[in-house]
C-alpha cells in the first residue's frame, strides 16, 4: 500500500491496515474485481441499475490524465499477502452547476466498519482542496445504507429529478 491520503487505521475484526488513496491507472484491474465481488443488492445500489460490463466505468476512474475536477478514491487492504480494494469513491464536478457529485461503494463483508464514512471525509476534504463547496448524491429511495450515511455526514435532504431516488445535499466548509 503507497500513497496514503488519510490515515492508515485497522480493519476492525483484523490486523489488516487499510489505506485510502487516489485510483490510478495501475488499479484498473484491482477495481474491475471490487466491483465484480459487490453483491447484486450492492451493485444496484451503487449504480443505481444493473451493470455487469465494468470496463468502461474502470477506465473513467482510473484515467492517467484527468482533470482535477474528476477523481476516484480507494480503499485498499492487505488480503491474501496481496493488496485489493475493498471500497470506493467517485467523484465529479460540474463547472456549469458549481456542484460535485460522488458516488460509494464498499465490498460487502467491509461494510458498517466506518470505511464509507472514512471514503467521504477523504473526498469532502479533496474537494474542498480543490475549491469546490458544493457536494451532492443520490440513491434510490430504499438504500437505507447510503441515505443514513448522508444523514450522519449532515447532508440535507431533497427530491431527485428520477422518481426512483433522493438527492443529498452539503454546502462545504472551507
Given at each position: 500500500m503507497k500513497n496514503?491520503?488519510?490515515?492508515?487505521a485497522i480493519l476492525p475484526g483484523t490486523s489488516n491496515p487499510v489505506c485510502i488513496r487516489t485510483a490510478v491507472e495501475s488499479d484498473f484491474d484491482k477495481l474491475t474485481v471490487h466491483f465484480e465481488r459487490l453483491s447484486q443488492s450492492a451493485r444496484y445500489n451503487r449504480f443505481m441499475g444493473a451493470v455487469s460490463d465494468f470496463s468502461r466505468i474502470v477506465r473513467d476512474c482510473t484515467m492517467p490524465k484527468r482533470k482535477a475536477d474528476f477523481f476516484t478514491l480507494v480503499v485498499e487492504c492487505r488480503e491474501a499477502?496481496?493488496?485489493?480494494?475493498?471500497?470506493?469513491?467517485?467523484?465529479?464536478?460540474?463547472?456549469e452547476s458549481g456542484s460535485g457529485e460522488f458516488a460509494i461503494s464498499v465490498g460487502d463483508r467491509f461494510q458498517?466498519?466506518?470505511?464509507?464514512s472514512?471514503?467521504?471525509?477523504?473526498?469532502?476534504?479533496?474537494?474542498?482542496?480543490?475549491?469546490?463547496?458544493?457536494?451532492?448524491?443520490e440513491t434510490l429511495k430504499n438504500n437505507n445504507e447510503m441515505?443514513?450515511?448522508?444523514?450522519?455526514?449532515?447532508?440535507?435532504?431533497?427530491?431527485?429529478?428520477?422518481?426512483?431516488a433522493v438527492r443529498f445535499a452539503k454546502r462545504l466548509a472551507g
Open positions: 496514503c491520503l488519510w490515515p492508515r499477502g496481496r493488496d485489493a480494494i475493498i471500497g470506493e469513491a467517485s467523484y465529479g464536478f460540474d463547472r458498517r466498519h466506518g470505511l464509507g472514512s471514503l467521504l471525509c477523504a473526498l469532502q476534504s479533496r474537494a474542498v482542496s480543490l475549491g469546490h463547496r458544493d457536494l451532492f448524491g441515505r443514513r450515511l448522508a444523514q450522519r455526514a449532515g447532508f440535507a435532504f431533497s427530491r431527485s429529478p428520477d422518481w426512483r
